[in-house]
């Protein structure tokens, strides 16, 4: 009996102790199932050049998130780390590019704006009294603004010198990842080595004990936030290096993804604890998801759904820990260093034994004869993208082809990682809708070295080669809409012009034809022009605002249907009775309009025929038949008298 009590003790004491290490190590735990369930079903995951992808698409996410690290640790928040990464970007791209600045000079400047973000962020905290979530919320815009001021809306083109930050080393090391590693070290040094990392822990552990105690923490949080803004400030160097140009609208909800890595990765929104290898391994946890579920296909919308899952099973699990008294996840206490190198060790190991064995499903497997296509859209969140979806779609499914279709969210660098997915999946033909021309770039260059044909579509890709571009003339398309609203007024009148978002070619493009199209027209005085960012609310609350200061005006130009629609709700009876409103795209809710005569007109570009045409291009260019360098689908007013007769 001593013996089956002996036996039951320790058995008891083996999954007490098993327990103890998933719990400890749930960040890490949750990675390797990853790895090995995405191993098993998908045959390219497990590929050298698309684990590299993933090291480059957790970079910018993993450097941020150090930095985050240092700010959570002492039981604070930093949501502004995005915008002072594209403002940083942004500084260094504005001063070496167009004021003649040393690049070395100008990489300092980046540095020093992101560390005075940190310090305004750090100063308001401190001394302000404002709670974090306030300070850094106000620093978002402020940075976001700045940015947008500083480049007026535009993309600015990057340093070639700096832009070898997003090459690659003897043709296989990415430097994001080499970046990513070195900054990890620092965090971890920080963290672990030094006086104020030890002041972060005391400070997220109990703020008052450690004021007590001596630690004159109001400085210590000015030194804190200035770190998080110069790590984001490299992290922004890094992403604006791999897009060839800064980017105004760059790391756009990028905050979110670095606290998410952080907390993934072990720390507690509480603070008092969190280390820098979690936060590398939450920020890969992130990148394998997403490089995953791009692979398995799996629709853009749902991969939004898993990840958040994933965020509240972190929490969850750090809930657990704490309950079950698991070890704290914290740097620097010295004993538990050799055990969790022998668990990171044994975690390695393990994981290579399972995937080898996973990597027997595909050995011998067939590929299918059906051509692959991937189609990378700038955004599933606009009718008129979502018809190009359509109309690929219809086309693919008729001639036979497995279409593989992401939503980059107006992201170009995730939509830069979307594209690295296709190539590094050995696809036979991407077609791409840009974000933006120039950001799409370098992607679209390593596809061709890779020997896949690159169809655009709708905007077209600067600085690399594509087999076609199919669109429609957003130019033209511009002066159109300009002449049809200035004809309906009699040349006369004065009218507001509703832009696209700032920073995209479409905006631009469209922005150049109101303009030369006005040009014909003296009469027509232009009293505003506003970003609505392609948006029907905003659209809506942009149109509303400029009613106030203008009540007589006599028409509108908006750069695509959502916004018009936005711009009749707010103009209420005075659209299509006093005041016309002309709209660009020929979405169904705009055709609509149409019909009602609350939208005047509508510039449609037929983008049910773009998918189509974009397809059809794409099977000629897998199959080496000559293709037009361009392929024009024609644009055409529509208005209450033809739109019977307009199919899309």
């Not at 905290?125 to 306030?134: A, R, V």
């Not at 006369?492 to 922005?511: F, P």
């Not at 006599?554 to 009775?577: F, T």
């Not at 998918?611 to 291009?617: I, P, R």
């Amino acid at each position: 009996m001593a013996t089956d009590t002996l036996k039951g003790a320790t058995g008891a004491s083996g999954a007490s102790g098993l327990r103890r290490l998933l719990l400890d190590n749930g960040a890490l735990t949750a990675l390797i199932v990853l790895v090995v369930a995405l191993s098993a079903l998908s045959g390219d995951f497990l590929t050298t050049d698309n684990l590299l992808n993933v090291g480059v698409q957790a970079a910018v996410t993993a450097v941020l998130a150090f930095g985050v690290t240092f700010v959570i640790v002492s039981a604070g928040i930093d949501l502004s780390v995005g915008s002072v990464a594209a403002l940083s970007a942004t500084v260094l791209a504005w001063g070496a590019t167009q004021h003649g600045v040393p690049v070395v000079l100008a990489v300092v400047l980046a540095v020093l704006t992101g560390t005075a973000c940190g310090l305004v962020n750090g100063f308001l905290i401190s001394y302000g009294k404002l709670p974090p979530f306030i300070a850094t919320l106000a620093m978002l815009s402020v940075a976001r603004g700045l940015s947008l001021v500083i480049s007026g809306g535009v993309p600015i083109p990057f340093p070639d010198s700096v832009s070898h930050l997003g090459d690659t080393l003897g043709d296989w090391l990415p430097v994001p990842v080499l970046v990513m590693v070195v900054m990890g070290l620092i965090a971890a040094f920080v963290l672990g080595r030094t006086y104020i990392g030890r002041s972060m822990y005391a400070i997220g552990g109990n703020e008052e004990a450690a004021r007590l105690s001596g630690l004159r923490v109001k400085r210590q949080k000015l030194a804190i936030y200035a770190l998080s803004g110069v790590f984001a400030a490299v992290a922004g160097v890094v992403l604006a290096a791999r897009l060839s140009s800064a980017q105004p609208q760059a790391a756009d909800g990028y905050e979110l993804d670095a606290i998410a890595a952080v907390v993934i990765g072990g720390a507690s929104l509480a603070g008092g604890t969190g280390k820098a290898s979690g936060t590398l391994i939450g920020a890969l946890i992130l990148a394998v998801l997403r490089n995953g579920l791009n692979l398995l296909n799996v629709s853009a919308f749902w991969q939004q759904v898993v990840i958040g899952v994933v965020i509240a099973l972190a929490v969850l699990l750090d809930t657990l820990r704490r309950k079950a008294g698991a070890t704290p996840v914290a740097a620097g206490t010295g004993g538990g260093k050799g055990r969790q190198a022998a668990t990171y060790g044994l975690a390695a190991v393990v994981t290579v034994a399972i995937v080898g064995a996973t990597s027997f499903l595909h050995n011998g497997s067939s590929a299918t004869a059906d051509p692959k296509i991937g189609l990378s859209l700038s955004t599933l969140n606009n009718p008129f993208f979502v018809q190009i979806r359509a109309g690929a779609q219809a086309e693919a499914k008729k001639k036979g082809v497995d279409l593989t279709v992401t939503d980059a969210q107006n992201d170009a660098s995730q939509q830069a990682n979307q594209l690295q997915n296709f190539t590094s999946s050995g696809l036979d033909a991407i077609i791409v809708n840009p974000v933006d021309s120039d950001a799409a770039g370098n992607s679209v260059k390593a596809a061709g070295k890779a020997k896949i044909p690159v169809v655009a579509v709708d905007r077209g890709v600067n600085h690399a080669t594509t087999a076609t571009l199919v669109a429609s003339d957003n130019v033209a398309g511009g002066e159109l809409a300009a002449k049809t609203l200035a004809e309906k007024l009699g040349g006369t009148g004065k009218i507001v012009i509703l832009q696209g978002q700032a920073g995209t070619s479409a905006a631009r493009e469209r922005a150049q034809g109101f303009a030369a199209g006005l040009k014909a027209y003296p009469g027509i005085k232009v009293v505003a022009q506003q970003p609505a960012d392609f948006d029907r609310t905003k659209g809506l609350d942009v149109m509303s605002n400029l009613l106030q200061s203008h009540p007589d005006v006599k028409g509108v130009i908006a750069a695509n249907d959502e916004m018009a629609l936005g711009a009749i709700k707010a103009l209420g009876a005075k659209a299509g009775a006093s005041v016309p409103v002309v709209g660009f795209d020929g979405t169904p809710d705009g055709l609509t309009a149409v019909k009602k005569g609350t939208l005047y007109a509508s510039v449609a570009q037929q983008p049910s025929q773009l998918g189509t045409m974009a397809v059809d291009n794409a099977l000629k260019a897998i199959r080496g038949e000559k293709v037009d360098g361009t392929v024009k689908v024609p644009v055409k007013v529509v208005t209450k008298e033809n739109v019977a007769g307009f199919t899309g």
